[in-house]
DNA sequence: TTGAGATGTCATGGT
DNA sequence: TTACCATGACATCTC
């Protein structure tokens, strides 16, 4: 409307001089009310671009074959068929139809719509009413027809052809900045000039007029109107009639296929979901300890005796050392500084650190578990300490690169996420990146697969995600991450219904939305329309200015050797060529642009993801190792209280017990346990006392 | 009026 | 060498 509003305020005085300097009459005030598109796109007539031309109404219904190669749907199409296939694949959705619901509106107004069926077809007999459906008018000779304006095609004397270049001349002078006073004495200097002459009368110029491009700086060589191509017509232009009835041969709306679509993402995602806890249920499972082999002691039973080992757990856990402490015993209570030193007298695996660095943690006088070295690094199995090790250096120490490489390749094998996949299957349109690169040979080959498609996003599918969104809370990042697609137009030179649609870079709009989606679809028609009227668009009109005699996509999508063998058939002037490879470059890197930030949200959206996994998973490895500690520690004060209870029923010859001061108990790496004297350190290899006991 | 987001385009480097 | 692709940077536009 705001584009309407300024050809109106600016451009449509201007316009009309124009068109009565030419002699061609026009009722402007046709055109005046607010349904109605802009000047511009009357005249010029339709495209499919902005044609309500319902393309997508075949998604759904074919093999996509219906689907126009530039249509918003087209990418959701592939993508709602990849979906269903993974889900009908897991073998346990149900994907719901609406087609009940588009029943129903449709026997609401049956009676009033005799020709109109369900809305998800139309009969091929039937010419379909643009008007009636809320879509722009066509924008052709019909559309001009439709809207009553007299300058129709052969009722005038100039050819359409004539109207658009006038008004790509026109539009072009205003992007220069070429005020309306300038542009008036132009069309005077014209009017003096007879620059018009040629084309009114329909006189075939011996030399055809050239006029320099202000914005290209080329010169765009002017034909005549009798010849609407003025170069070897080797695709000719269908009458109106033919073009839209071959437009619109795919009618069938199809809104149930994005509801579909999003009923699939939802359980996809729930399905993810549901792999994503099971892989932090496997990673929570409870690290079990054991002692393997058991604990073994060797004690000579020739000089000790054991009168009665008790097995009492309870006991065993006692804190105390009270066996020691008791005032019959001669053994006196230990210090650190004993502990210290027997732990630096012998040089193999000590118990006593264990016992008696528990022992003053028990009894206070040494805080921290931490600074006590590690006492069962002899008695418990190292492939365990090792593993305890190595999650401590994980989570405190930060993932190693090899680390990390493993962890990447846990968490792809696990949730399919990879920072340098392309071929997410998070992804709703998947392997676009390799099909970029396979663009030009799979338009070569005229086959494709049905997510290798490269092109423009989606903008109906970027509406049903918002909707989703806000229904069924979805994550914002995906309605972003399925912003962009890829279509490949070029994979559908063989439609015969789109051979026409050449100069379409527009998105087309469902013609048939719930009310809800009206205003957000308008909103969106509109910054698309404008938008694109300018972008796209620009490579379009200068392709038109300069008569080229054929069509943008083919000049982009087409194989080198094609594409050269085209321009091999006609005769291009250098300014033609220049144009012709500017398009073809601009073209090719506005999808490489797009398919490269496609890749970027992919990638931010993958890291998220990952994050939210490494995180979970570092949480539950917080656990284990909490478990894994207090296991620990229950462990050593078990094996502190074996000692205490081996010691004090260990009697010499005369059975009395070993004075903890002078004899320790001592794990060899056999799984033996000796009995040492203290003072014994260059006599590690004496055993004075062995005795063989299973624990 | 300003800023964010989307998109197109150009330049550059890699394949 | 040429064609193509990827990507950073910038411009433009809309909201």
Same mark, same amino acid.
């Given at each position: 409307?705001?584009?309407?509003?300024?050809?109106?305020?600016?451009?449509?005085?201007?316009?009309?001089?124009?068109?009565?300097?030419? #002699?061609?009459?026009?009722?402007?005030?046709?055109?005046?009310?607010?349904?109605?598109?802009?000047? %511009?796109?009357?005249?010029?007539?339709?495209?499919?671009?902005?044609?309500? =031309?319902?393309?997508?109404?075949?998604?759904?219904?074919?093999?996509?074959?219906?689907?126009?190669?530039?249509?918003?749907?087209? !990418?959701?199409?592939?993508?709602?068929?990849?979906?269903?296939?993974?889900?009908?694949?897991?073998?346990?959705? $149900?994907?719901?139809?609406?087609?009940?619901?588009?029943?129903?509106?449709?026997?609401?107004?049956?009676?009033?719509?005799?020709?109109?069926?369900? *809305?998800?077809?139309?009969?091929?007999?039937?010419?379909?009413?643009?008007?009636?459906?809320?879509?722009?008018?066509?924008?052709?000779?019909?559309?001009?027809?439709?809207?009553?304006?007299?300058?129709?095609?052969?009722?005038?004397?100039?050819?359409?052809?004539?109207?658009?270049?006038?008004?790509?001349?026109?539009?072009?002078?205003?992007?220069?900045?070429?005020?309306?006073?300038?542009?008036?004495?132009?069309?005077?200097?014209?009017?003096?000039?007879?620059?018009?002459?040629?084309?009114?009368?329909?006189?075939?110029?011996?030399?055809?007029?050239?006029?320099?491009?202000? /914005?290209?700086?080329?010169?765009?060589?002017?034909?005549?109107?009798?010849?609407?191509?003025?170069?070897?017509?080797?695709?000719?232009?269908?009458?109106?009639?033919?073009? =839209?009835?071959?437009?619109?041969?795919?009618?069938?709306?199809?809104?149930?296929?994005?509801?579909?679509?999003?009923?699939?993402?939802?359980?996809?995602?729930?399905?993810?979901?549901?792999?994503?806890?099971?892989?932090?249920?496997?990673?929570? !499972?409870?690290?079990?300890?054991?002692?393997?082999?058991?604990?073994?002691?060797?004690?000579?039973?020739?000089?000790?005796?054991?009168?009665?080992?008790?097995?009492?757990?309870?006991?065993?856990?006692?804190?105390?050392? /009270?066996?020691?402490?008791?005032?019959?015993?001669?053994?006196?209570?230990?210090?650190? %500084?004993?502990?210290?030193?027997?732990?630096? @007298?012998?040089?193999? @695996?000590?118990?006593?650190?264990?016992?008696?660095?528990?022992?003053?943690?028990?009894?206070?006088?040494? @805080?921290?578990?931490?600074?006590?070295?590690?006492?069962?690094?002899?008695?418990?199995?190292?492939?365990?300490?090792?593993?305890?090790?190595?999650?401590?250096?994980?989570?405190?120490?930060?993932?190693?690169?090899?680390?990390?490489?493993?962890?990447?390749?846990?968490?792809?094998?696990?949730?399919?996420?990879?920072?340098?996949?392309?071929?997410?299957?998070?992804?709703?349109?998947?392997?676009?990146?390799?099909?970029?690169?396979?663009?030009?040979?799979?338009?070569?080959?005229?086959?494709?697969?049905?997510? *290798?498609?490269?092109?423009?996003?989606?903008?109906?599918?970027?509406?049903?995600?918002?909707?989703?969104? /806000?229904?069924?809370?979805?994550?914002?990042?995906?309605?972003?991450?399925?912003?962009?697609?890829?279509?490949?137009?070029?994979?559908?030179?063989?439609?015969?219904?789109?051979?026409?649609? #050449?100069?379409?870079? =527009?998105?087309?709009?469902?013609?048939?939305?719930?009310?809800?989606?009206?205003?957000?679809?308008?909103?969106?028609?509109?910054?698309?329309?404008?938008?694109?009227?300018?972008?796209?668009?620009?490579? &379009?009109?200068?392709?038109?200015?300069?008569?080229?005699?054929?069509?943008?996509?083919?000049?982009?999508?087409?194989?080198?050797?094609?594409?050269?063998?085209?321009?091999?058939?006609?005769?291009?002037?250098?300014?033609?060529?220049?144009?012709?490879?500017?398009?073809?470059?601009?073209?090719?890197?506005?999808?490489?642009?797009?398919?490269?930030?496609?890749?970027?949200?992919? $990638?931010?959206?993958?890291? &998220?993801?990952?994050?939210?996994?490494?995180?979970?998973?570092?949480?539950?490895?917080?656990? &284990?190792? #909490?478990?894994?500690?207090?296991?620990?520690?229950?462990?050593?004060?078990?094996?502190?209280?074996?000692?205490?209870?081996?010691?004090?029923?260990?009697?010499?010859?005369?059975?009395?017990?070993?004075?903890?001061?002078?004899?320790?108990?001592?794990? @060899?790496?056999?799984?033996?346990?000796?009995?040492?004297?203290?003072?014994? #350190?260059?006599?590690?290899?004496?055993?004075?006392?062995?005795?063989?006991?299973?624990?």
């Amino acid at each position: 409307m705001l584009s309407l509003k300024k050809y109106l305020t600016e451009g449509l005085i201007q316009f009309t001089i124009l068109l009565s300097l030419m #002699g061609v009459r026009l009722d402007l005030d046709s055109y005046l009310p607010s349904h109605l598109p802009p000047l %511009h796109e009357i005249i010029l007539g339709p495209t499919s671009a902005y044609t309500q =031309t319902q393309f997508h109404s075949l998604r759904g219904t074919s093999d996509g074959y219906g689907v126009h190669p530039k249509s918003v749907d087209l !990418d959701q199409f592939f993508t709602s068929r990849r979906l269903l296939g993974c889900v009908r694949a897991l073998d346990r959705l $149900t994907v719901p139809s609406t087609e009940v619901d588009a029943w129903l509106v449709h026997r609401e107004t049956e009676g009033s719509v005799s020709s109109a069926q369900t *809305g998800s077809s139309r009969p091929s007999d039937s010419p379909p009413d643009l008007n009636s459906s809320g879509s722009e008018p066509n924008r052709d000779g019909q559309g001009l027809e439709e809207l009553g304006a007299t300058a129709q095609p052969g009722s005038s004397d100039l050819s359409k052809e004539d109207i658009d270049l006038i008004d790509i001349l026109w539009r072009q002078d205003i992007d220069l900045g070429v005020g309306r006073e300038d542009f008036e004495n132009r069309q005077q200097q014209n009017e003096n000039e007879d620059v018009w002459e040629p084309l009114r009368d329909g006189a075939e110029p011996l030399e055809p007029a050239l006029q320099v491009d202000g /914005e290209t700086g080329e010169s765009i060589r002017r034909f005549p109107a009798s010849n609407t191509s003025g170069l070897p017509d080797a695709e000719p232009r269908p009458e109106v009639s033919d073009r =839209t009835d071959l437009l619109l041969s795919p009618l069938i709306p199809d809104m149930r296929a994005s509801l579909d679509l999003e009923e699939q993402w939802q359980d996809l995602m729930s399905l993810m979901d549901m792999q994503a806890m099971e892989v932090n249920s496997s990673a929570e !499972d409870p690290l079990y300890l054991s002692l393997d082999p058991p604990l073994q002691l060797d004690v000579n039973l020739d000089q000790a005796s054991l009168p009665g080992c008790s097995h009492n757990t309870s006991s065993l856990f006692t804190p105390t050392l /009270e066996p020691f402490s008791a005032s019959e015993s001669p053994v006196p209570q230990l210090s650190s %500084h004993n502990s210290t030193d027997l732990n630096s @007298t012998f040089g193999f @695996t000590n118990l006593t650190g264990l016992l008696f660095q528990s022992q003053l943690n028990n009894t206070g006088n040494i @805080t921290s578990p931490t600074t006590m070295p590690d006492p069962l690094c002899g008695l418990l199995d190292e492939a365990l300490l090792d593993e305890i090790s190595l999650m401590e250096l994980a989570l405190e120490e930060g993932f190693s690169q090899v680390q990390t490489s493993q962890l990447q390749e846990e968490l792809d094998s696990d949730s399919g996420l990879s920072l340098d996949s392309h071929h997410s299957p998070l992804s709703p349109s998947g392997s676009e990146s390799s099909s970029s690169s396979s663009c030009s040979s799979s338009s070569s080959s005229s086959s494709f697969s049905e997510e *290798g498609a490269v092109g423009y996003s989606s903008d109906s599918e970027m509406i049903e995600l918002e909707e989703s969104e /806000e229904a069924n809370d979805y994550q914002p990042q995906y309605s972003k991450f399925c912003r962009m697609s890829s279509q490949d137009p070029s994979r559908f030179r063989h439609l015969p219904f789109l051979e026409h649609v #050449g100069h379409n870079h =527009t998105y087309n709009m469902a013609p048939e939305e719930p009310e809800e989606m009206q205003p957000i679809m308008e909103r969106n028609s509109r910054r698309q329309a404008g938008f694109l009227d300018r972008q796209a668009g620009r490579d &379009e009109q200068r392709a038109r200015a300069m008569k080229i005699p054929f069509s943008n996509d083919k000049i982009i999508n087409l194989p080198v050797e094609e594409f050269n063998d085209l321009l091999a058939k006609y005769q291009l002037s250098e300014a033609q060529l220049c144009l012709i490879r500017d398009i073809r470059r601009r073209g090719k890197n506005k999808m490489a642009a797009q398919n490269c930030r496609k890749r970027k949200l992919d $990638t931010i959206l993958n890291l &998220e993801q990952e994050v939210k996994h490494l995180n979970r998973e570092r949480s539950s490895q917080l656990r &284990e190792k #909490g478990e894994n500690l207090r296991s620990l520690q229950r462990m050593k004060q078990e094996v502190e209280h074996l000692y205490q209870e081996v010691f004090s029923q260990l009697r010499d010859q005369n059975g009395r017990p070993y004075s903890p001061q002078q004899y320790a108990l001592h794990y @060899t790496s056999n799984g033996s346990v000796i009995l040492t004297p203290r003072n014994a #350190g260059g006599q590690q290899g004496r055993r004075p006392e062995r005795k063989d006991r299973r624990k």
